[in-house]
């Protein structure tokens, strides 16, 4: 699970006077978190702290890294940290701007302020499930594509695509790209619909967004 693409998440919390202005944006690489987290330092320069935290898959075990910004140890970026782990979001950076209301919150304070600003932002993201799609490519003549596409979606195939004269040497031929979660099943109906002249070739699998 992680946020969806192109969004900036946020939200603001003000506890003891002190204003806590949290942002978290979905990120692909650790480049990414620090291009944003330099983003929202340049937004409010005038911060004292500009906390930061950031997990993004990397294999079995994922990328992950955190930073007080001057706030006493294990206050901020840590408490940040675990609440990102909480939620269960990958690929998601969040950065937390703190002003100083004049009231000083203690360590455990500052824990709280910090992990209920990291959840409430959070929150606020558009979450998505991350979907592998089994896909295919099959080429037919174009004569048959309208046909075929019809017949296609009417059995519940996703038609991803389809690229009419994509090839020079081929100029009457369609090449369609599908998706369909049983294999079997789609090289049956393939067969069927086209009397068994066409063979659909095994792609990448599709990485799709599901909103929550």
Same mark, same amino acid.
């Given at each position: 699970?992680?946020? &969806?693409?192109?969004?900036?998440?946020? &939200?603001?919390?003000? #506890?003891?006077?002190?204003?806590?202005? =949290?942002?978290?944006?979905?990120?692909?690489?650790?480049?990414?978190?620090?291009?944003?987290?330099?983003?929202?330092?340049?937004?409010?320069?005038?911060?004292?702290?500009?906390?930061? &935290?950031?997990?993004?898959?990397?294999?079995?075990?994922? #990328?992950?890294?955190?930073?007080?910004?001057?706030?006493?140890?294990?206050?901020?970026?840590?408490?940040?940290?675990?609440?990102?782990?909480?939620?269960?979001?990958? %690929? !998601? $950076? !969040?950065?937390?701007?703190?002003?100083?209301? =004049?009231?000083?919150?203690?360590?455990?304070?500052?824990?709280? $302020?910090?992990?209920?600003?990291?959840?409430?932002? +959070?929150?606020?993201?558009?979450?998505?499930?991350? !979907?592998?799609?089994?896909?295919?490519?099959?080429?037919?003549?174009?004569?048959? $594509?309208?046909?075929?596409?019809?017949?296609?979606?009417?059995?519940?195939?996703? !038609?991803?695509?389809? $690229?009419? =004269?994509?090839?020079?040497?081929?100029?009457?031929?369609?090449?369609?790209?599908?998706?369909? %979660?049983?294999? %079997?099943? +789609?090289?049956?109906?393939?067969?069927?619909?086209?009397?068994?002249?066409?063979?659909?070739?095994?792609?990448?699998?599709?990485?799709?967004?599901?909103?929550?």
């Amino acid at each position: 699970m992680t946020l &969806a693409r192109s969004t900036t998440a946020h &939200a603001e919390l003000e #506890i003891s006077r002190s204003k806590f202005l =949290g942002y978290t944006r979905r990120v692909e690489n650790e480049a990414a978190a620090r291009e944003f987290f330099a983003e929202i330092r340049a937004q409010y320069p005038d911060a004292r702290h500009h906390c930061t &935290a950031f997990s993004i898959a990397d294999g079995p075990n994922p #990328i992950e890294r955190s930073s007080d910004d001057g706030e006493p140890s294990g206050t901020a970026g840590m408490p940040m940290l675990a609440a990102l782990r909480g939620s269960g979001l990958i %690929d !998601v $950076a !969040v950065v937390v701007v703190r002003y100083f209301g =004049g009231i000083k919150l203690g360590t455990g304070g500052l824990v709280r $302020a910090y992990t209920n600003t990291t959840i409430a932002t +959070l929150d606020a993201g558009t979450k998505v499930h991350l !979907v592998a799609l089994p896909t295919w490519e099959l080429t037919v003549g174009a004569g048959d $594509a309208g046909r075929l596409r019809a017949a296609l979606e009417n059995q519940g195939v996703s !038609v991803l695509n389809v $690229a009419y =004269g994509f090839d020079p040497e081929r100029p009457t031929d369609a090449r369609f790209t599908l998706s369909y %979660d049983n294999g %079997d099943e +789609l090289m049956s109906l393939l067969a069927s619909l086209t009397h068994g002249d066409a063979t659909p070739v095994r792609l990448a699998d599709r990485i799709s967004e599901v909103a929550l």
